[in-house]
């Protein structure tokens, strides 16, 4: 907010969209819809970030099976394929000159993954990134290249993440309000959204990241997955 000038409004916008993808999901904890109104009104944590900015507490269990492409094919649920995975991790957040507060692990995540696909931002058709508070959204969609560095807030003031948008991001409702399973929340969407059993919520499934956060923004990991063998 103060270096770029991004604004109440534009994490408010992220956690009202994510909350509309939420009440399409039967497993998310939180279906009740909220306005901008409800986001404003939810009580400070730690200034600047709401309630409403922070990540569910859940209890809850999350598997995922993997093998190789030619087994999967002949198991009784569609495959996801995996295109490409990458890791970033920068480390001690106290040192000499880090910025970790706006350049993440992500952009080395990013260049790896991206690499192995063969894909770029523009390819991805939705997004379920990690998200412990509405912040972290917007960083990780600067860092794998959607927008720059800066831009993360007026990228997503146009309601562009959720239902209908043109970046689908975190269509179960995400940690902020389907259930905070770690980095299993973003994955496990990534997976029913990839085999298109999303119900009323299924979106474009082409290519789909899936990230993967942790330390403060210390270590940061991500798949690109798709239901097309690549």
Request: aromatic share 8%; proline share 6%; hydrophobic share 35%.
């Amino acid at each position: 907010m103060a270096d770029y000038g991004t604004t109440q409004d534009q994490l408010g916008t992220i956690a009202v969209g994510q909350r509309q993808w939420a009440t399409m999901n039967p497993l998310a904890q939180m279906r009740s819809p909220i306005t901008m109104e409800d986001y404003h009104n939810s009580r400070w944590i730690i200034e600047p970030l709401h309630l409403l900015d922070c990540c569910l507490v859940s209890n809850g269990a999350v598997a995922v099976i993997v093998s190789s492409a030619a087994a999967a094919r002949e198991m009784p649920q569609p495959p996801v394929y995996v295109w490409g995975m990458g890791q970033g991790h920068p480390g001690d957040n106290s040192r000499t000159g880090s910025n970790w507060e706006t350049e993440t692990g992500a952009q080395l995540a990013a260049r790896t993954a991206y690499g192995m696909a063969g894909v770029g931002p523009s390819d991805i058709s939705s997004c379920q990134v990690y998200d412990c508070y509405t912040y972290t959204v917007l960083v990780t969609l600067e860092d794998y290249g959607f927008c720059k560095k800066g831009e993360g807030g007026p990228f997503v003031e146009d309601g562009k993440l959720g239902p209908g948008g043109s970046l689908p991001t975190n269509t179960g409702g995400g940690e902020l309000s389907a259930y905070y399973m770690w980095g299993m929340t973003p994955l496990s969407e990534a997976i029913i959204q990839g085999r298109g059993h999303g119900g009323d919520r299924q979106v474009k499934n082409d290519v789909i990241l899936a990230t993967g956060n942790g330390g403060s923004l210390s270590y940061h990991a991500c798949l690109i997955l798709s239901p097309h063998a690549n």
